[in-house]
């Protein structure tokens, strides 16, 4: 038996996220309809992560147990053949019969970008979050400084998520601006539901000076999702990196 990984990308604005829905079209099953139709048989496959509806991924990956013989190099262009054009299959690797894409990462790297100008811009439709009005990029990257590090991020959670740990550690955290296009970028060993998404929201709250910066420790400590940010849209999340062990 073969393990196989995986490193794909893909478009989320289409899927209900990556995990099988009952009465949506999520990555996993598109993916597996995918495998069924190249190695003739179709196989359970264990991805890194969750991500919500319309969210996409810059490297995400997967695993699969496999009696096939298909080579690395046959499945990734048989599958990218066969898979729609939102999906791409960028490389395969056998990796030892325990390897597990969920339980061996160490740590994920989370991108968010804003499109940052008076008018929209139709080629970052469903890419970036459109915000019209001035961001402060070095007053957002202060306002980082109080999530970096060990904390429990209950107050960054929606509602619906069932984890009882909500201790995360966010190792780094950054905000970048290359001309109208602003871009937050979070790293840390685990997520909570919507996490990224509220911390980013309780980041513009803070450059609209709804949220003081002083405040962020009370407030993270505080584990109120009330006094937080808003959820920032969906279309503006990336899953970037993936770190294993």
């Known amino acids: 038996m073969r393990n196989l990984l995986f490193k794909i990308s893909y478009?989320?604005?289409?899927?209900?996220?990556?995990?099988?829905?009952?009465?949506?079209?999520?990555?996993?099953?598109?993916?597996?309809?995918?495998?069924?139709?190249?190695?003739?048989?179709r196989e359970d496959i264990i991805g890194c992560s969750r991500t919500d509806t319309g969210v996409h991924a810059n490297a995400y990956?997967?695993?699969?147990?496999?009696?096939?013989?298909?080579p690395c190099s046959g499945a990734v262009r048989g599958l990218n053949t066969v898979l729609p054009e939102d999906i791409a299959i960028l490389s395969c690797t056998e990796v030892?019969?325990?390897?597990?894409?969920?339980?061996?990462?160490r740590e994920k790297e989370y991108i968010y970008k804003i499109w940052n100008a008076a008018v929209r811009n139709p080629f970052w439709n469903g890419l970036a979050y459109w915000h019209r009005?001035?961001?402060?990029?070095?007053?957002?990257?202060?306002?980082?400084?109080?999530?970096?590090?060990?904390?429990?991020?209950?107050?960054?959670?929606?509602?619906?998520?069932?984890v009882e740990d909500?201790?995360?550690?966010?190792?780094?955290?950054?905000?970048?601006?290359?001309g109208d296009l602003l871009v937050i970028r979070v790293r840390g060993d685990g997520?909570?539901?919507?996490?990224?998404?509220?911390?980013?929201g309780t980041l513009l709250y803070v450059e609209q000076g709804k949220i003081s910066c002083a405040d962020l420790p009370e407030i993270?400590?505080?584990?109120?999702?009330r006094r937080a940010g808003k959820t920032a849209p969906a279309c503006g999340l990336y899953l970037n990196q993936v770190f294993y062990e």
């Open 133 to 162: 009005y001035p961001l402060d990029a070095e007053k957002m990257r202060r306002a980082c400084i109080p999530f970096i590090g060990e904390h429990d991020f209950r107050g960054f959670c929606s509602k619906g998520s069932d």
């Open 11 to 41: 478009h989320g604005g289409a899927y209900h996220g990556f995990q099988v829905q009952k009465n949506a079209v999520a990555v996993q099953q598109v993916l597996q309809d995918g495998i069924e139709k190249v190695f003739g048989r």
């Open 166 to 178: 909500t201790i995360r550690r966010i190792t780094e955290m950054d905000v970048e601006r290359n």
């Open 191 to 200: 997520f909570l539901y919507n996490m990224v998404r509220i911390i980013v």
């Open 96 to 105: 030892a019969e325990d390897f597990h894409a969920r339980y061996c990462v």
């Open 61 to 70: 990956y997967f695993n699969m147990h496999t009696d096939s013989a298909i």
């Open 220 to 225: 993270i400590a505080s584990g109120d999702r």
